[in-house]
């Protein structure tokens, strides 16, 4: 699990946007529901907000497990720029 995205971490970004509350059970229901269903319903309102939000936390977590777990390298700068740009490739 990502730390920053549970269930109560979605509900409460989803509170900043009130529409949200408008397609969402009573609370006495929400824990019945499955995390994926409440992160859609939030994305769907919040659009790019909330994907903003999600990509952060997840960058966080991968940030934080690379550096506690000493997977961090360094690259050339000529090698790391063409990683770079290897990455930005559009398949259009």
């Known amino acids: 699990m990502y730390k920053g995205l549970a269930i109560e971490d979605i509900l409460n970004k989803g509170k900043e946007c009130p529409e949200v509350a408008h397609y969402l059970p ?3 229901d929400l ?3 499955p995390k994926q269903w409440i992160a859609d319903i939030t994305y769907t309102v919040m659009k790019e907000s ?3 939000w999600v990509t ?3 960058k966080i977590r ?3 497990i690379a550096e506690n777990r000493n997977l961090i390298i360094e690259l050339d700068p000529e090698v790391a720029e063409a990683f770079k740009k290897s990455l930005n490739i559009s398949s259009k």
């Open 26 to 28: 009573d609370e006495r």
């Open 31 to 33: 824990d019945r529901l």
């Open 50 to 52: 909330f994907s903003k």
């Open 56 to 58: 952060e936390r997840v």
């Open 62 to 64: 991968n940030d934080t």
